[in-house]
């Protein structure tokens, strides 16, 4: 008689392959290009295709399956479609791993449930997006988790709030909607010595423009579904630094299940692959429209990062290599002439949102900071006037102009 075939292909060509390797010198966009190549693995094609399968056959030896094995298993556990966005993060946040989830919150959330237990102090930014802090004022209370928050404006000290009790720092800078640029190196000393681990949301500067892990930051976070994503059509979020700490995140990834669906992940690397030239054109946009609106006789103020104060300024210039496309603009009339400044505008689309290459246009008061009474946005230095802007790459003079246009008509 003959002996039955193996049930599956031998094991060797199920291990989770290696990316090719590139030269050290390659700049940000080889990089992104050439940085998550495994052609041989892939039929020689060029660009990586898209695993859209759920599950895996088994190799002969069971053991080599499952998390941590050798090979792959089951999505949720594992897909190569998510190895190429997390390979590209990594190598741009300057990381030892990173990797993917089903949106900035997923990864958020795994992070902090990672992280965290009963009796523990996370020290928190009170500018941080909304969602993170919907986490850390519904949810991790219930858990026995306290928050300490900080205001922007008092985070200048970090020794002061950090003590012995505080497990992890949540931080984000520049901070939504004003701005303000915090000093992260600062910080993650301040958090060293405490034994805290420092977690960085880098969702607004991107590692183009910032990288906090080189700040000595213990793991960045990001919501993929803004710049890295760069198109507003997928959501995604990715986690970077040390594996040691990542090990420990796919165990609650794993059972939390905010899993990247793969064709989402293939949509994540396109999008990186253009993140260097796109962030150029969004640096561009962002200079040249909040130039134009300063001193125009329709604006109370301009926020732009370094433009808070000359301490911001030095910091900016000292953690950022470029400033982003996030502007926000204090129109005079208070909502009233925000809304009318929204209706004005002839390019720039109202939606929520940023980091993508087309130009949207919000009012915090109406989407993120909704929640707090006008006393409390007013103390924070949020008027009912304020207008954020995600410049996109289209070109920097019809933004201007559409800008000025639509301060003109107030
Ligand atoms: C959008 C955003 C998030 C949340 O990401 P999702 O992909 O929407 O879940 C987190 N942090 C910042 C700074 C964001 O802008």
Redesign the pocket.
């Known amino acids: 008689m003959t002996p039955a075939p193996p049930r599956t292909r031998p094991l060797a060509e199920h291990d989770r392959p290696e990316f090719d390797p590139i030269p050290e010198w390659s700049g940000v966009t080889t990089s992104l290009i050439h940085g998550a190549r495994r052609p041989e693995r892939n039929a020689g094609a060029v660009v990586p295709p898209i695993y859209q399968t759920s599950t895996f056959q088994y190799p002969e030896a069971f053991s080599d399956a499952g998390p941590g094995g050798k090979v792959y298993h089951y999505t949720r556990v594992g897909n190569p479609s998510h190895e190429v966005p997390a390979e590209l993060v990594r190598r741009l946040e300057g990381a030892e791993g990173a990797r993917v989830f089903a949106?900035?919150?997923?990864a958020?959330s795994a992070t902090l449930l990672t992280f965290l237990s009963a009796g523990d102090e996370v020290v928190a930014l009170e500018d941080l997006?909304g969602?993170?802090i919907e986490i850390l004022t519904d949810l991790l209370p219930r858990l026995g988790i306290r928050v300490r928050w900080v205001r922007a404006d008092a985070a200048g000290e970090p020794e002061k709030v950090i003590g012995s009790a505080t497990r992890a720092v949540v931080l984000?800078s520049p901070t939504?909607p004003l701005l303000r640029v915090i000093d992260l190196k600062r910080w993650t000393e301040a958090a060293d010595r405490a034994g805290a681990l420092t977690i960085v949301?880098n969702?607004?500067a991107t590692p183009v423009n910032q990288r906090p892990l080189a700040l000595r930051a213990d793991l960045v976070v990001h919501?993929g579904?803004?710049y890295m994503g760069g198109h507003a059509d997928l959501?995604?979020?990715l986690v970077a630094g040390p594996e040691r700490l990542l090990e420990r995140i796919d165990a609650t990834h794993r059972v939390v299940g905010a899993v990247l669906d793969p064709f989402a992940a293939f949509l994540l690397a396109r999008g990186l692959r253009t993140l260097g030239l796109r962030m150029a054109r969004h640096n561009e946009n962002g200079r040249a429209v909040s130039a134009a609106a300063e001193g125009h006789r329709n604006v109370v103020h301009v926020n732009y990062p370094g433009s808070g104060s000359d301490e911001d300024e030095r910091v900016a210039a000292r953690q950022m290599t470029g400033r982003g496309g996030i502007v926000s603009i204090e129109v005079r009339g208070g909502l009233a002439g925000a809304e009318r400044f929204l209706r004005n505008l002839e390019i720039i689309e109202v939606a929520p949102s940023?980091g993508g290459v087309e130009s949207l246009a919000s009012l915090p008061v109406q989407t993120s900071h909704r929640y707090l009474a006008p006393s409390e946005r007013a103390a924070r230095g949020i008027g009912d006037g304020l207008v954020r802007l995600s410049l996109g790459i289209e070109e920097p003079e019809d933004l201007v102009r559409d800008v000025r246009q639509a301060l003109d008509g107030l």
């Open positions: 949106s900035g919150m997923g958020i997006y969602g993170t984000e939504n949301d969702t607004f919501s579904t803004k959501m995604a979020g940023l």
